[in-house]
């Protein structure tokens, strides 16, 4: 302050005054990290705003003293009041944020307000604040409230900075008239508004903790409206009221935390930064002191679910009497299911004058309920929420849950159960892994949710194939299957693998659902097996007949294989995303129909018969026998037993039709799902060059087989999608790759020896490589050109990744002595490591 009077005094300019408090400013906020750490961000938001207070305050008072001088009259005679808006106003301004700022006036005589407020505006935003800012005469404030509903919003969180408290009062006086002026409207709208914003940010284990469900908008939208109904100014007020003291307090702490989580995303991002990404999430768990990554991401997930739980129920329980629509009363009376219960075009609804009522009796009307899916209104929510249970349950309410699990809309039970916060309480097993992140780089849910949403899967198959096995299977099958669906990760978090923990973890709740024992067995192998599908599908040769009876000694039996291959579509499917596509699809097809072969075969079935029974099928078909003798004689001899293996008798010959065309190559690109490009040459293909080049997209899976007369077949498929105004760049990309002298430096891969497996025992005709690595740009295509340098012929290439790994798997043919000389596939696939 002496140095801003220093300058005053000596008529010094604007620039040095923005100068002064642009370096007080920058000091401030240097200290902010440390200020954060020293209390692990406990009340860090408070205290932020209190100092921009002072800062504002010392702003305003030093422009008042620049205009007049030594005569500066009393503050509260300035018709001027300077009031935070948005976080700012309810204490809650984040480092990066905008410091939301009304400036209110009055027109009086003798005082030049608007150029006092532009001065203070050059001021703060010369000095580097970050100001959102508004400036209204009073007596606009209502006719501008009612032009935008993000106005009368920002208004709700008015509060008073510094300036004059005659011109506050007034404003005041119009923000209390806003607040009691189309309150219905205002409501409404702001309902509808988070119902939207809720469906756009769901959850999720990498959370928005402002726009999430349960995050800080949530507890916005419950002060708005408790702000526009009872006119307090802080949520507190309501206690006892509204809700009791331990349920305000148990939301408050779940507020704090994500107020807390929220400044670390700040401070350490530098940036305006509100999602909990994965790489965020050490550096966030150290500075509030967690010494468990799981742990905090764990508790960031409970306080959200606590946030979102009491918002639906108290914000439902503020606003009936503005949203009941009186001439549904008879209608709701029709749709009685008991007192204070009814039922009405899908959504179930619960009176809040209804006393509690036992979990039983909560079950009953669930299960009363016709089976198809249903919403559930927060006044039942409220039921559910605090019902009491007792320990252990009753008989009879695992006999409810039975009866549940048997209907064929169990997913929106199951959401409604973890809503109200009791799916624990009902299924035991799932209070270890009760909001548990899975740091994995490929489940986008946390287990709890990732389970229900699996259901929700199982309940809605969209394959034709798949549903077709599915309502094959007995009441018995369906309800045990169901019951594995959602306790299958409930092992998770355990130093023992989880599928094994799973597998004894849920026998006894099946007994309890008195499944026979041959059901028992079934569920515990299914739980054991449970990621074994896919990992074969995805990671494995599945034409492999040492490959297909090592799976089916795990699964068991056809049944087990059946259950296996919808649990298993159930399960990718709940994982999120876009994790199961076309080409998973076809893979654990692939792999289901190869290994029933195996299953409904008591004998073992070698390459050679498989290939026989396929070449039989193949020339049975129409479109085989009009095709030229010498051409069928070609096809029937193409080498690789694998072509045969992999295609449909239709594909085999359409293959063979384009073979026959080709004269130097042919190509063609298809982008209806992913990108998929066919390729037949009889002239050298550049291979490396063509994955160099479009190294930006992501392979799924890459087929090279040799047919007949020189040709050779590739079949690239992508997993990303591409627009069809690309597919013209890719193919002028592709005629490039014709040319072999053409070559793109590519960027540095790091391979090691160890992540890479050569099994030469393969078969007696090809062997396979094998990469397991961190996942690299260009790392595909670096590969292929050691191949194309070693002159090792690839017949398939099987491409699974993640975010962060690699597991793929090549079969090479055995020629060229390769398998007596490996040491030379190593030094070259690790040469620049």
């Excluded at 604007?14 to 750490?37: G, R, V």
């Excluded at 064929?408 to 097993?429: E, Q």
């Excluded at 397991?772 to 740009?777: A, D, G, P, S």
């Amino acid at each position: 302050m002496l140095q801003i009077e220093d300058i005053i005094e000596k008529n010094g300019s604007d620039f040095e005054l923005s100068k002064l408090f642009k370096a007080f400013i920058k000091e401030y906020k240097t200290s902010l990290p440390k200020l954060f750490e020293k209390s692990q961000g406990k009340d860090f938001l408070v205290r932020h705003t209190k100092q921009l207070d002072s800062i504002i305050s010392l702003m305003y008072k030093t422009v008042l003293r620049r205009m007049f001088g030594n005569y500066l009259p009393m503050r509260s005679s300035i018709p001027i009041a300077i009031v935070a808006l948005g976080s700012y106003g309810r204490e809650q301004l984040c480092v990066h944020s905008d410091i939301d700022l009304l400036i209110v006036y009055e027109k009086v005589d003798g005082f030049n307000s608007e150029l006092i407020i532009e001065k203070f505006f050059y001021l703060a935003l010369d000095s580097g604040l970050k100001l959102g800012h508004r400036v209204h005469e009073v007596n606009d404030l209502f006719s501008s409230s009612n032009k935008d509903i993000t106005i009368k919003t920002s208004l709700m969180e008015a509060r008073f900075v510094t300036g004059s408290t005659l011109t506050w009062l007034s404003c005041s006086k119009e923000l209390n008239k806003i607040r009691l002026h189309n309150q219905k409207e205002f409501i409404l709208a702001k309902i509808e508004e988070a119902q939207a914003r809720r469906k756009k940010y769901p959850n999720s284990m990498q959370p928005n903790v402002k726009e999430s469900v349960g995050g800080l908008r949530d507890s916005n939208l419950i002060f708005w409206v408790a702000k526009t109904i009872y006119g307090i100014t802080s949520l507190k007020d309501l206690t006892g009221v509204l809700f009791l003291d331990e349920e305000y307090k148990e939301y408050r702490a779940a507020l704090e935390l994500l107020f807390r989580v929220r400044s670390a995303l700040h401070l350490i991002a530098n940036k305006q930064e509100d999602r909990l990404l994965l790489e965020r999430i050490p550096e966030v768990s150290h500075l509030l002191g967690f010494v468990s990554q799981q742990k905090m991401v764990t508790k960031v997930l409970e306080a959200q679910w606590r946030i979102s739980n009491f918002t639906q129920i108290f914000v439902k329980k503020m606003t009936r009497s503005f949203i009941v629509d009186m001439s549904n009363v008879s209608k709701f009376r029709k749709n009685r299911i008991s007192r204070g219960i009814y039922e009405s075009d899908g959504r179930v609804y619960a009176s809040y004058n209804l006393e509690i009522l036992p979990l039983n009796k909560l079950l009953e009307i669930l299960v009363s309920l016709d089976d198809k899916p249903y919403h559930f209104d927060a006044g039942f929510l409220n039921q559910l929420t605090y019902t009491k249970i007792s320990y252990p349950l009753q008989t009879k309410t695992y006999s409810l849950l039975r009866e549940l699990f048997k209907r064929k809309n169990m997913y929106s039970f199951l959401k409604l159960f973890y809503d109200a916060g009791i799916l624990h309480h009902l299924f035991h097993t799932f209070k270890k892994v009760l909001h548990m992140p899975q740091f994995d780089g490929y489940h986008y849910y946390p287990v709890d949710i990732h389970s229900i949403k699996c259901v929700e899967a199982l309940e809605n198959i969209k394959e034709p194939y798949i549903k077709n096995i599915y309502d094959e299977f007995s009441d018995d099958e369906k309800l045990l299957l169901k019951i594995v669906t959602l306790l299958h990760d409930t092992g998770k978090g355990r130093v023992q693998d989880h599928s094994e923990v799973g597998a004894k973890l849920i026998v006894p709740f099946v007994k309890k659902m008195k499944l026979k024992d041959e059901d028992i067995e079934r569920c515990v192998t299914l739980v054991k097996q449970h990621v074994t599908m896919s990992n074969v599908a995805f990671k494995q040769n599945i034409h492999n007949e040492k490959t297909l009876y090592k799976f089916m000694s795990n699964v068991g039996d056809m049944k087990n294989l059946k259950l296996l291959y919808v649990l298993t579509y159930a399960d990718i499917n709940g994982v999120g995303g876009d994790t199961y596509n076309s080409f998973n699809s076809n893979l654990l097809m692939e792999l289901y129909v190869n290994a029933l072969e195996v299953a409904q075969n008591s004998g073992r079935i070698s390459d050679a018969t498989k290939r026989i029974n396929i070449e039989k099928r193949v020339q049975k078909v129409q479109e085989f026998i009009q095709l030229p003798k010498l051409l069928q004689n070609k096809l029937l001899r193409v080498e690789s037993n694998l072509f045969f293996f992999k295609h449909t008798p239709h594909d085999i010959i359409e293959i063979a039709k384009k073979a026959a065309q080709t004269k130097a190559y042919d190509f063609s690109i298809h982008t209806d799902a992913s990108l998929i490009i066919e390729i037949y040459r009889k002239i050298p293909l550049n291979i490396g060059y063509l994955l160099a080049s479009l190294s930006h997209l992501d392979v799924a899976s890459m087929e090279i087989f040799t047919l007949f007369d020189g040709v050779k077949y590739f079949k690239i498929e992508f997993i990303e999608h591409v627009e069809s105004d690309e597919a013209a760049e890719i193919e002028n990309i592709i005629n490039n790759a014709f040319d072999m002298s053409r070559h793109i430096k590519l960027k540095d891969v790091t391979i090691y020896k160890h992540e890479i497996n050569i099994d030469c025992e393969h078969s007696l005709t090809h062997a396979e490589v094998a990469v397991n690595t961190q996942n690299q740009k260009g790392l595909l295509a670096y590969i292929m050109e050691c191949f194309e340098e070693l002159g090792i012929n690839i017949v398939t290439a099987k491409i699974h990744s993640t975010k962060h790994k690699v597991r793929d798997s090549f079969l090479i043919e055995k020629q060229n002595d390769i398998c007596n000389n490996v040491a030379k596939i190593y030094e070259l696939l690790t040469k620049k490591s």
